[in-house]
């Protein structure tokens, strides 16, 4: 059964710090990975990642795929209070089926 | 602000009413998704559309659940005999995907603000 794993579940940090989240994928004809930023509302897309290696990087978030070890990376630096939310990992299985995970909550303390 | 519009936000409603919601997804998107979102959960893909053919739904889906996008534009989720493990959110996203051979990268979902339903 396909399935898409994170890590941490959820995290508490300090403004500033630096925060690694974490998604693994066993997923059958994968074809690429998304990350989402969920506050109290729908999610909202931040990047997507089909190559293994290519870093995606928008202002102090960055991302990294690794399709051997099917996992990838999300890395928010400087974190700021308003980049408490729930971070999605989503793999696209062929042409349609999206697999979520349950989603890294993080909240940044002032 | 997405594009993706969905109508109600909220919706509270008794056990064995119908419910149904609607989907507006941005403009130029062939495809229209539904999901259903619990808390402390990711959402579960329930059904998609392309154009306006249901092209897969999933086992979430039972028969109460139907789904609609009759000219390949906005789209409805009807609920029938509502019960209380129906509460959830439910999320409509939509996406542009290129005929065969279109590349993956087109096709990243935008989600609306979802209807949270509420099954008393």
């Known amino acids: 059964e396909d399935k898409v794993v994170q890590s941490p579940l959820s995290l508490v940090v300090h403004e500033g710090d630096t925060v690694t989240l974490n998604c693994s994928y066993e997923?059958?004809?994968?074809?690429?990975l998304l990350w989402y930023k969920q506050e109290k509302k729908a999610p909202t897309f931040l990047f997507m990642l089909?190559?293994?290696?290519i870093e995606k990087k928008s202002g102090r978030l960055s991302s990294i795929l690794d399709k051997k070890e099917l996992f990838s990376i999300l890395n928010i630096t400087a974190t700021q209070t308003g980049d408490s939310a729930v971070y999605l990992c989503?793999?696209?299985?062929?042409?349609?089926?999206?697999?979520f995970g349950t989603g890294t909550r993080l909240k940044v303390l002032a | 602000d997405t594009g993706v519009s969905q109508d109600p936000r909220h919706k509270i409603t008794k056990r064995g009413q119908n419910v149904t919601f609607r989907c507006d997804p941005i403009s130029e998107h062939n495809r229209l998704y539904w999901y259903r979102q619990t808390l402390g959960q990711g959402p579960e893909f329930l059904t998609y559309f392309q154009n306006e053919a249901q092209l897969e739904k999933s086992r979430l889906l039972s028969d109460r659940f139907s789904a609609e996008r009759p000219k390949g534009s906005f789209s409805t989720l009807e609920i029938q005999r509502t019960e209380q493990g129906d509460s959830a959110m439910y999320l409509c996203a939509s996406s542009l995907w290129l005929s065969a051979g279109g590349s993956p990268s087109t096709d990243t979902q935008y989600f609306g603000p979802g209807t949270r339903l509420t099954v008393l």
């Open positions: 997923v059958t004809n994968f074809r690429s």
């Open positions: 089909t190559s293994s290696g």
């Open positions: 989503a793999v696209l299985s062929g042409t349609y089926k999206y697999i």
